[in-house]
């Protein structure tokens, strides 16, 4: 006699990224009594899978919705199935670095740029990623995906700056270091000098020491 299904499998729903089992081995029935029955199953994702009456498995962002699952039971001459609906669940996964930002130099007083919408990834389909700087100076600011500015003397030397992604629940960050170096400065007036008088045989003394400046 061909076997039977005794207790049929209820759809089920699980979450992505958490262990998932089921006992089949009651799920079947073969009143022939000598009878051994084996068991195989289709339409599951790949990371369930069956092992001596046990499906079993975690799956992942990628299995994400509904997965009819056809289970077979043979006694090696005759076989039945049982069909049930398994739901995957969608859990919130953390964006990640796909692509790490690498140090960097600019002049000062030369414009500075850089696209982060390609560093971080987020396997999540519905997630939208939004973006801030901390460490970088105050010249250098992000918008819309694009950290830019242009330095000025008062920065020149090594900022580390820490980008942060989120998804709105989980966040991920990358460190670079962006140096700015020196370009030099021409000197400026500090103090203009003052028109003056002075007579004919007396002595005439000027210090201009503060007259000028140099920022360098």
Same mark, same amino acid.
């Given at each position: 006699?061909?076997?039977?299904?005794?207790? +049929?499998?209820?759809?089920?729903?699980? %979450?992505?990224?958490? +262990?998932?089992?089921?006992?089949?081995?009651?799920?079947? %029935?073969?009143?022939?009594?000598?009878?051994? &029955?084996?068991?195989?199953?289709? *339409?599951?994702?790949?990371?369930?899978?069956?092992?001596?009456?046990?499906?079993?498995?975690?799956?992942?962002?990628?299995?994400? *919705?509904?997965?009819?699952? #056809?289970?077979?039971?043979?006694? *090696?001459?005759?076989?039945?199935?049982?069909? @049930?609906?398994? !739901?995957?669940?969608?859990?919130?996964?953390?964006?990640?670095?796909?692509?790490?930002?690498?140090? %960097?130099?600019?002049?000062?007083?030369?414009? @500075?740029?850089?696209?982060?919408?390609?560093?971080?990834?987020?396997?999540?389909?519905?997630?939208?990623?939004?973006?801030?700087?901390?460490?970088?100076?105050?010249?250098?600011?992000?918008?819309?995906? !694009?950290?830019? =500015? !242009?330095?000025?003397?008062?920065? #020149?030397?090594?900022?580390?700056?820490?980008?942060?992604?989120?998804? =709105?629940?989980?966040? #991920?960050?990358?460190? @670079?270091? &962006?140096?700015?170096?020196?370009?030099?400065?021409?000197?400026?007036?500090?103090? %203009?000098?003052?028109? +003056?008088?002075?007579?004919?045989?007396?002595?005439?003394?000027?210090?201009?020491?503060? #007259?000028?400046?140099?920022?360098?």
């Amino acid at each position: 006699d061909a076997p039977t299904v005794s207790s +049929a499998i209820a759809d089920a729903s699980n %979450a992505e990224d958490a +262990a998932y089992s089921l006992d089949i081995s009651s799920v079947f %029935a073969d009143m022939d009594v000598g009878d051994t &029955l084996s068991y195989s199953i289709s *339409g599951a994702p790949s990371t369930i899978t069956h092992t001596s009456g046990t499906i079993s498995g975690t799956p992942v962002n990628a299995d994400v *919705g509904t997965h009819t699952i #056809v289970v077979t039971a043979t006694d *090696g001459t005759a076989s039945v199935t049982d069909t @049930y609906d398994l !739901t995957v669940t969608n859990t919130n996964d953390a964006p990640t670095v796909a692509n790490a930002i690498s140090d %960097a130099s600019n002049a000062e007083d030369a414009a @500075y740029s850089l696209d982060i919408s390609s560093v971080f990834a987020d396997v999540d389909v519905s997630d939208t990623l939004s973006y801030s700087i901390s460490g970088a100076p105050s010249t250098i600011t992000h918008t819309s995906g !694009t950290i830019s =500015g !242009t330095p000025v003397n008062a920065d #020149v030397g090594t900022h580390t700056i820490v980008v942060t992604a989120t998804d =709105g629940t989980a966040s #991920v960050t990358d460190t @670079y270091d &962006l140096t700015v170096t020196n370009t030099n400065d021409a000197p400026t007036v500090a103090s %203009a000098i003052s028109d +003056a008088s002075s007579a004919e045989d007396a002595a005439y003394s000027l210090d201009i020491s503060s #007259v000028f400046t140099d920022m360098d």
